[in-house]
């Protein structure tokens, strides 16, 4: 699962299939702006979810 793009925006997903949860790292030019904690279950999170919670972030923030 790669970074996702979006005007300037870099979102780069991380987690932990053990403890299941993970974190997108917001980037903007290259500087950590934040991070969007999410949990999961299963072997990985769903690309859909990582899709959702990037709206989301886009959406709230008229990105």
Known sequence: MGA?????YRFVPEFSVIQQN???HVY?????IEE???QFSGEYPEH???EEL???YCKDRDI
Do not use: T
């Open 4 to 8: 996702i793009e979006r005007n300037r």
């Open 22 to 24: 993970g974190a997108i």
């Open 54 to 56: 990037v709206n989301h």
């Open 36 to 38: 969007i904690p999410f």
């Open 48 to 50: 859909d979810l990582i």
């Open 28 to 32: 903007k030019q290259g500087d950590f």
